[in-house]
Nanobody, 123 residues
Framework: VQLQASGGGLVQAGGSLRLSCAAS????????MGWFRQAPGKEREFVAA????????YYADSVKGRFTISRDNAKNTVYLQMNSLKPEDTAAYYC?????????????????WGQGTQVTVSS
C-alpha cells in the first residue's frame, strides 16, 4: 500500500486547511483510515479515524468540533478538513491504514503510513 498525503501549509490561527491522502495498492474500501500528527519533541498522537464504509468516525478531544474526517472510496482518498486552526495544531500530519480490528486510537493498530504533510499555524 502506498499513501500520498498532501494539503499542508502555513495558515493563520482561525484559518482552515484540507488534507488529502491518496491510497494505492490495495482495495481502498477494505481498510479503515486514520490521521495522526507529530509536533517537534512530542510523541505521535491520534487525530481522527474513519471506518471502511465511512459511517463511523472518531476524533481526539483536542480536535472534536473543529476537524472532520471523510473518505471517497471511489477516489481512494481520505480527507481531513481542519477549521478554526490553532497554533497548537502545528505538526506533521500522517495518514495511515488500519486493516485489522483493534482500537482506532492506537497507532500500533495501523499498518501502512504516508510520508506526512506539514501544517504550521501562526498566531
Amino acid at each position: 500500500v502506498q499513501l500520498q498525503a498532501s494539503g499542508g501549509g502555513l495558515v493563520q490561527a482561525g484559518g482552515s486547511l484540507r488534507l488529502s491522502c491518496a491510497a494505492s495498492g490495495r482495495t481502498f474500501s477494505s481498510y479503515s483510515m486514520g490521521w495522526f500528527r507529530q509536533a517537534p519533541g512530542k510523541e505521535r498522537e491520534f487525530v481522527a479515524a474513519i471506518s471502511r464504509s465511512g459511517v463511523s468516525t472518531y476524533y481526539a478531544d483536542s480536535v472534536k468540533g473543529r476537524f472532520t474526517i471523510s473518505r471517497d472510496n471511489a477516489k481512494n482518498t481520505v480527507y481531513l478538513q481542519m477549521n478554526s486552526l490553532k497554533p497548537e495544531d502545528t505538526a506533521a500530519y500522517y495518514c495511515a491504514t488500519k486493516y485489522y480490528s483493534g482500537s482506532y486510537y492506537d497507532d500500533n493498530m495501523y499498518d501502512y503510513w504516508g510520508q506526512g504533510t506539514q501544517v504550521t499555524v501562526s498566531s
